[in-house]
């Protein structure tokens, strides 16, 4: 529901408790959790392996979540403390169809003040000491 376009006889403190709902409903809206749970449990052997790295807080004592919604979008994972998104991308994302979405998904969040490392699932396996770098040099703010 657009709040610009809220009846005038509903203004006042409905519009800005609708504001309040709106704005805070933005990470994880509940109407997403189904679908969370199961990305979840159908996740790629990368999604898998990046985890086992970034879970509890073993990459400089941050904390990430999996399949975190934000929007209408499901992140791959999130660090709410650094605002840092984490996407791991296979082969369909080189379409050009997805690559568009992908970078309206990116400004969509990067308006959220959300930074987004994107990496292809290969560098799980081939390199994860080049993610765990991105996300040290996202921390100390470079």
Known sequence: MDI????????GEFRLRLLLHMAFRVHNNPKFKGIRQELRSIATSAEAVLWTILKKKQVGGL??????????YILDFY??????AI???GKIHLHPG???????REEFLFKQGI???RFENKIVFENPNEIIEKILIVKSGE
Not at 4 to 11: A, Q
Not at 79 to 84: A, G, M, S, T, V
Not at 98 to 104: E, G, I, S, T, V
Request: hydrophobic residues 25%; aromatic residues 2%; charged residues 35%.
């Open 63 to 72: 904390k990430f979540r999996r399949q975190h919604s934000v929007g209408k």
């Open 87 to 89: 996407e791991l991308d």
């Open 4 to 11: 610009r376009r809220t009846p005038p006889i509903l203004g």
């Open 98 to 104: 997805q690559r568009r979405r992908d970078l309206n």
């Open 79 to 84: 660090c709410p403390e650094i605002n840092l």
């Open 115 to 117: 930074q987004v490392l």
